[in-house]
Nanobody, 129 residues
Framework: VQLQASGGGLVQPGSSLRLACVTS????????IGWFRQAPGKEREEVVC????????YYVDSVKGRFSVDRDIAKNTVYLQMDSLEPEDTAVYYC???????????????????????WGQGTQVTVSS
C-alpha cells in the first residue's frame, strides 16, 4: 500500500491544522494506520494509531486532548486533527500502515514506528510565532 500525507504548514501557537493520509488501497482492506512525527535531531515517535475496522485508538500522552484521528472509508483517508498546536509539535509528520493482524487490539506496544511496514512521505508542520 502507498500512503500520501498532506496538510502541513506554518502556523502560530494555539492554531489548528488537519493532516490527511490518503491510501492507495481501500481502507477496508487495511489493518492499522499510524501518525508519527520526527523533529530535527530527534528520533521518530508515535503520535496516534488507529485500528481501521474497530476504530480503537492509542494517543501519546503529549497530544491527548489536543489531537484527534478519524477515518473516512469512502475517501480512503485518515485524518489527524491537531488543535492548540505548540512549538513542541514542530516536526515532519508521517502516516504509515501496519499490516500485522496480530497487532490487535490497538495499544501502546503496537503503536511504535518499528511495527509499521509502509510509510508515506512526510508533511512539515511548523508551529512558531
Amino acid at each position: 500500500v502507498q500512503l500520501q500525507a498532506s496538510g502541513g504548514g506554518l502556523v502560530q501557537p494555539g492554531s489548528s491544522l488537519r493532516l490527511a493520509c490518503v491510501t492507495s488501497e481501500s481502507l477496508k482492506n487495511l489493518n492499522s494506520i499510524g501518525w508519527f512525527r520526527q523533529a530535527p535531531g530527534k528520533e521518530r515517535e508515535e503520535v496516534v494509531c488507529i485500528h481501521i475496522s474497530d476504530g480503537r485508538t492509542y494517543y501519546v500522552d503529549s497530544v491527548k486532548g489536543r489531537f484527534s484521528v478519524d477515518r473516512d472509508i469512502a475517501k480512503n483517508t485518515v485524518y489527524l486533527q491537531m488543535d492548540s498546536l505548540e512549538p513542541e509539535d514542530t516536526a515532519v509528520y508521517y502516516c504509515a500502515h501496519d499490516r500485522k493482524l496480530s497487532n490487535w487490539p490497538m495499544r501502546r506496544e503496537v503503536c511504535v514506528p518499528s511495527e509499521y511496514d509502509s510509510w508515506g512521505q512526510g508533511t512539515q508542520v511548523t508551529v512558531s510565532s
